[in-house]
């Protein structure tokens, strides 16, 4: 079945196309994880925050990422890293157009 994980954490920047600048290596080596359907990149300037909702293939590989990815954060200083894994209903989702 497939899973969703929630991440965010404190970020203070860049935003938009300059955090596409900065973090276009990081995409592509996320891109690369095993398991990975998709993920969206998340942003709040207001909260300074930033993060991601990811779609796994099964929950194995979406703990398995989480636990390697909070690490890799943590080394870049970030101190505090959230982050959930939810079941995802895809009968539900599919009636509000979720691509599952």
């Known amino acids: 079945m497939s899973c969703i994980l929630q991440v965010d954490f ?5 935003w938009g196309p300059e955090m596409t600048a900065a973090m276009d290596g990081l995409a592509r080596s996320i891109a690369d994880e095993p398991g990975l359907v998709w993920k969206i990149w998340t942003e709040n300037r207001q909260a300074n925050e930033a993060g991601g909702i990811y779609c796994f293939k099964d929950a194995q590989s979406a703990q398995a990422y989480l636990t390697m990815h909070t690490a890799r954060l943590k080394s870049f200083g970030i101190p505090q890293v959230n982050g959930k894994i939810f079941e995802v209903n895809e009968s539900l989702s599919k009636i509000g157009r979720a691509p599952v």
């Open 10 to 14: 404190p970020y203070t920047g860049p």
